[in-house]
């Protein structure tokens, strides 16, 4: 079935770099979303993508959804301890499902 | 609005038992979605519900059904509970079908022992 494959599994960073993780589908995704998941919480919507090569930001959060629409990113400049969590994308996938990649892990040092 | 709402929160069984978990998504939502989410393997579909009908369906053994009532409400059983089932279960609702953005609740955290 279509997969959503997210890299890098975990990101370790310090506070101020710049953080970026990316999706890749082997077939044509409708829509991508993506989510963020506090420690100890639930995913919450950030933002949907749905036009070839659109990109959309976020105050420091950059997201894009590549010209072909099998891969997205988001990348987040100057990282705060606040963007800690887990970042998942969601591809929408041929029969009106999502299709999660397995997400990011982000940590980040003071 | 009130948001997605699951219960319990948190469940202890035994192997064997068999479990009912419930989801009440966002008023006016007519979709509900339900995921495993384990350490190792992130957030797996378990099956959509729309206007209480199954319009997808994940991997997961018979053991896993839900239901959706017609105030869209939904439950999800396992019965015949291993220690593999152990996770935490989130129900998602949304206004249009999956693909639409989804609106997680907080989760029902299941211990099987």
Redesign the interface.
């Known amino acids: 079935g279509q997969q959503v494959m997210q890299i890098p599994q975990y990101q370790h960073v310090q506070e101020g770099e710049d953080f970026t993780t990316y999706c890749n589908s082997s077939t044509t995704l409708s829509n991508i979303q993506w989510y963020k998941q506090r420690p100890g919480g639930h995913p919450v919507f950030l933002i949907q993508l749905v036009k070839s090569g659109e990109v959309k930001k976020q105050k420091r959060l950059t997201f894009q959804f590549g010209e072909a629409k099998k891969n997205s990113s988001l990348h987040i400049t100057a990282t705060q301890t606040t963007d800690v969590g887990t970042y998942f994308c969601a591809g929408g996938g041929s029969q009106g499902n999502l299709i999660f990649g397995k997400g990011t892990k982000l940590s980040v040092k003071p | 609005k009130a948001g997605v709402t699951q219960t319990p929160r948190y469940l202890i069984k035994t192997r064997g038992q068999q479990v009912t978990l419930s989801c009440s998504p966002i008023s006016g939502h007519r979709s509900v ?1 339900w ?1 495993q989410q384990t350490p190792g ?3 797996q ?1 378990l099956f ?1 519900y729309f206007s209480e009908t199954q ?2 369906k994940g ?1 997961f053994p018979g053991r896993f059904s839900g239901r959706q009532f017609s105030n869209s409400r939904s439950e999800m059983n396992v019965s015949t509970l291993e220690l593999g089932d152990s996770a935490l279960y ?1 129900c ?1 609702s949304s206004l249009g ?3 639409y ?7 029902t955290r299941l211990t099987v022992t």
Do not use: H, K, M
Not at chain 2, 101 to 107: K, L, S
């Open positions: 979605s995921y393997q992130g957030l579909f959509e319009r997808n991997n989130l998602a079908v999956q693909a953005e989804q609106y997680f609740g907080p989760g």
